[in-house]
């Protein structure tokens, strides 16, 4: 079973700047993509970012601004997000899947993330 954690949401300004972490341990397959998603009440968890071995991939609403990262030996991903938006607050999962063709199996708990004007 794979566990994932995520760490680093908070309260920050407009303009800032927050490091998101999601660790993963357990037994399992290993994880071949992972992701980050958000989701804010009342509308459906979005795809922020994702990446596959050297390949990432970001919504349209956040390129330039976040830097999507995994450290393997750390068993760790994390989420760079610069200038950050009031749009942005949100609850942050991550997420994670052994095969390329799956969909997103394993899932954290979420972080929250508020951005104040």
């Known amino acids: 079973q794979v566990q994932l954690v995520e760490s680093g949401g908070g309260l920050v300004q407009a303009g800032g700047s927050l490091r998101l972490s999601c660790v993963h341990s357990?037994?399992?397959?290993?994880?071949?993509?992972m992701g980050w998603y958000r989701q804010t009440p009342g509308k459906q968890r979005e795809l922020v970012a994702s990446i596959a071995g050297h390949t990432t991939n970001y919504a349209n609403f956040v390129k330039g601004r976040v830097t999507i990262s995994r450290d393997n030996a750390k068993n760790t991903m994390y989420l760079e997000m610069n200038n950050l938006k009031p749009e942005d607050t949100a609850v942050y999962y991550c997420a994670g899947k052994n095969d390329p063709f799956d969909t997103w199996k394993y899932w954290g708990q979420g972080t929250q993330v508020t951005v104040s004007s």
């Open positions: 357990g037994s399992g397959a290993s994880i071949y993509a």
